[in-house]
């Protein structure tokens, strides 16, 4: 079974940057859509950014648009997400999750993913 490992996260102060990264364990051959979520303690799940297999189409929910980056480089079978000017209520659990398929407009919906991540913790304090 595919399973996704996640990288990258840790504490940084308000202003600073991140960059996280997900690969799978193996490479099963082919290459799925991408979904970034994540869980602040205390509240649920939400999709943060979404990338399909070719990276063509990207999505960002609001709150992280025009200071995060999601990008693929397929030839290393990896996604990242670059996380800028990164403020105390981006804290939380960063998961990755991965689809064989697109979903567009439902890409933050988690029934849609089959593999998991097991998460990445960031802080952002200072």
């Known amino acids: 079974q595919l399973q996704l490992v996640e990288s990258g996260g840790g504490l940084m102060q308000p202003g600073g940057s991140l960059r996280l990264s997900c690969a799978p364990s193996?490479?099963?051959?082919?290459?799925?859509?991408i979904g970034w979520f994540r869980q602040a303690p205390g509240k649920e799940r939400e999709g943060v950014s979404c990338?399909?297999?070719?990276?063509?189409?990207?999505t960002y929910v609001d709150s992280v648009k025009g200071r995060f980056t999601i990008s693929r480089d397929n030839a290393k079978n990896t996604v990242y997400l670059q996380m800028n000017s990164l403020r105390p209520d981006d804290t939380g659990v960063y998961y990755c999750a991965a689809s064989p398929t697109w979903s567009g407009a439902r890409c933050y919906d988690r029934s849609t993913y089959a593999y998991w991540g097991q998460g990445t913790q960031v802080t952002v304090s200072s």
């Open positions: 990338i399909n297999s070719d990276g063509a189409h990207t």
């Open positions: 193996f490479f099963n051959g082919g290459y799925h859509a």
